[in-house]
T-cell receptor, first 112, second 112 residues
Framework: ETGVTQTPRHLVMGMTNKKSLKCEQH?????MYWYKQSAKKPLELMFV???????ENNSVPSRFSPECPNSSHLFLHLHTLQPEDSALYLC???????????FGPGTRLTVL | KNEVEQSPQNLTAQEGEFITINCSYS?????LHWLQQHPGGGIVSLFM???GKKKHGRLIATINIQEKHSSLHITASHPRDSAVYIC??????????????FGQGTRLTINP
């Protein structure tokens, strides 16, 4: 247990569906991150939030829409995804004065 | 060429062997991270270092800033050490959210 939780752990969706991934941390961290891990590729940073403000969008398609309502919660809203978006989506958090990141267990997403 | 390169990509060894995984990077960094990912996806931070050497149990991590190279060593390896080991570098400066760039990972299998 790292103190970062993600729900759901598994998600299967069609290309026309709309779904959301949720990440929650109660570690008192100020920064939260979304990462994508595709088969046979390194982890890729998608979005960074620092004190609820988005500070990084790593050229992510608009069909992925992040939301950070407070420092403890992070969402990734999904709509009209493509099969190539199937991957493991990982959330992480860190404190603003200690760059070690704590990762959630991930959501395994399959787009049909 | 990736900014972070790991070798080997796959490593199989017998229980008790001394293990070394290497990481080279080509960019300026504020810190280097070694992460462990078990089957199922969860990622755990093992080390974060910016100079010298750190030890935790049977794990040792070293970094040579001038050569832009780090190594992760496992002494007296055990089947439970079987996992993917990921090297990542922080490119952010000072405090605040850190942007991580990841290597492709080294899949380690320790046979009994």
């Amino acid at each position: 247990e790292t103190g970062v939780t993600q729900t759901p752990r598994h998600l299967v969706m069609g290309m026309t569906n709309k779904k959301s991934l949720k990440c929650e941390q109660h570690l008192g961290h100020n920064a939260m991150y979304w990462y994508k891990q595709s088969a046979k590729k390194p982890l890729e940073l998608m979005f960074v939030y620092n004190f609820k403000e988005q500070t990084e969008n790593n050229s992510v398609p608009s069909r992925f829409s992040p939301e950070c309502p407070n420092s403890s919660h992070l969402f990734l809203h999904l709509h009209t995804l493509q099969p190539e978006d199937s991957a493991l989506y990982l959330c992480a958090s860190s404190h603003h004065i200690a760059p070690e990141q704590f990762f959630g267990p991930g959501t395994r997403l399959t787009v049909l | 060429k990736n900014e972070v390169e790991q070798s080997p990509q796959n490593l199989t060894a017998q229980e008790g062997e001394f293990i070394t995984i290497n990481c080279s990077y080509s960019v300026g960094i504020s810190a280097l991270h070694w992460l462990q990912q078990h089957p199922g996806g969860g990622i755990v931070s093992l080390f974060m270092l910016s100079s010298g050497k750190k030890k935790h149990g049977r794990l040792i991590a070293t970094i040579n800033i001038q050569e832009k190279h780090s190594s992760l060593h496992i002494t007296a390896s055990h089947p439970r050490d079987s996992a993917v080991y990921i090297c990542a570098v922080s490119k952010g400066e000072g405090q605040g959210a850190q942007k991580l760039v990841f290597g492709q990972g080294t899949r380690l299998t320790i046979n009994p």
